[in-house]
């Protein structure tokens, strides 16, 4: 028996220690006291000054404690469920869990058929949402684009209508305004059976964006008010770029980041005591030859990692960013940036790392890219699984056994634990050259290429209930109405 | 094929050494000769185990598991199917190369060929050119097998053939050569038959080596 006996499940990272942590808490604490934030919605003016903020026009001061009341309040576990039930699909948010997805609103998108960049369009969002049905590492779903054959208001709306019959994994929902809002929660509560059933096990999350810096715009509040209502996950994630909306330190762009997304924990929890809230944002340095956010730049990463810290210190999962790329194309490039931060953000226990598949500098989406990173998702969560030490694992009867100059490969242990010690490749090859040769000289290229084909011909997922789809039916008919009235 | 040879191959393809020789002994005393049960369920079995192992669907323990299955079965079939003098496939002589005590590829190509119906003489490793003359005088097989898991090693393929071209024992055999570091290319140069470039490509290379496949 074992006592006063200490484990690690796993590979640790830590970068801050406690008392930095403390500084950048309190950094943030001070700037939401004594700068404040311009939020530019009435109401949540109002909602604020009742809980104790100090309003000034459209400047809002938030006192420390009211801040800390609000991170009391949300919780740091939750479940996001799969809409079939399927326990496999449910996301399990809590310390030491990493889940990945792709990110959305890309304006271009890599053509499954010909591979060539062009607009993204409505029929690519059922593709890109059976992809990643099928990815085994990858855990939640977005489309990856902004769709552009529709009407220009609506494209959030038809792209949660085209991803949630072609997923049951649990979808991360942008919307433009409150009425796309309404209308993504009316699918989904149709298929849950109910808002209080969907309250209980919900199925997507609500995502929102606040303006740096430090801004609560107007269209964010609307949104945020609508999921607190309706007591549907919020992510608030600002967009800050160091050098351009933040300050140029990687020290100094967690603190505003920190208090743009607190800002709307404050609001939420004010609404909704007690909503699983995701922090944001998407960190990283605006290039100061191209002026573009980068997103294979390795100050995202190190930005990233911090705010996570930051988050877990305070009890919050963070909305983590990895797996994407400034890279045109499927080459070199994207598979340094995008594994090395898909690795790098596993390792801080991001809670959902998003933007998996982000080319171009989120510019374009690419299902190819995507699938590659489920690759080095697999990859990574081999090595930070880690090793398990016990008896059994530490083998030493077995070495005894099989002794000086035996094989290990006939032995019970080895076909005990050789499918779970070892990761497998789907995409990478390990043949020798000759086979290699034989099946065609196929690059990694080639193979994802292949792979996501196969998906596309062979996949099949879970379907929603028929009244879904008439509801689904009904609400696009309803939008496209409104817009053109 | 009847319910019982079936069920044999299905424990081959298993891996369950424990019930295949009590199938073999129940499929003798359903009157089925131990080449029929060796070529309809012991070979049948390991045939789909090469066939799932190319296909990535096995891995090597598990191609192990069903050898040693199909071995212990074999185990009580040898010494019936020498007494009936049953014709098999060819008769292989193998072994891992002088210098080099690597045997787990070699015994792997051994058990899927005797999987495939050879007879499989197994010299060990570290065999010496002159080991291999003296087996092949004694035993007179169709092929030779060489493996070698070295750089350093891979090279006494060649002067094992050199010797067998002195002894004028060559022309008489096939020569299949394999192992991590061996190539088509190094194959060619030393002077052998044939190359497999895995396990289950050795032992389908022994079939070809005789014309069976």
Redesign the interface.
Known sequence: MRTNYRINSGVRFEMFTQDQLEELFWGALHVLEYTGLDVMHEEARQILKKAGAWVEGTRVRLPNYLVRKSLEMAPRSFTLFARDGNPENDIHIGPGRAHFGPGPTCVQFIDIETQARRPYLNSDVPLVAKVVDALPNIDFCESLGTVSDVHHDLGALYEFAGMFPNTSKPIVAWSYDKYDSAGIHEIAVAEAGGQEAFEQRPTYVHYCEPLSPLITTSESVDKLLFAATHRIPLIFTPCPLAGGTAPVTAAGIIIPAAAESWMGLTIAQAVQPGLPFIMGGVLSVMDMSAMILAYGAPELSLMMAGITELAHYVGLPLWQTGGCTDSKTFDAQAMIEGSLSCYFSAMTGGDLTHDVGYTESAMTGSVFQLAAMDEAIGYTRRITRGIEVNEDTLAVDVIHNVGP?G?Y??EKH??RY??SEFWYPNLHDRR????WEMMGRTTLKDRTIARVHDILVTHNPSSIKPETEQVIRKVLAEAEARVRA | MSAILEQLSAVVIEGDETKSPGLVQKALDEGFTAKEILDNALVVGMTEVGIRFKRGDMFVPEVLMSAEAMQTGLGILRPLLAASGAEMLGKIVMGTVKGDLHDIGKNLVGMLCEGSGFDVIDLGFNVAPEKFIEAVKQHKPNIIGMSALLTTTMRSMGHTIKALEEAGLRAGVKIMVGGAPVDREFADRVGADGYGSNAPAGADLAKQLMGAA
């Open positions: 100059n094989h490969l006939k080895t076909r050789f499918r020798n050259f000759e086979e």
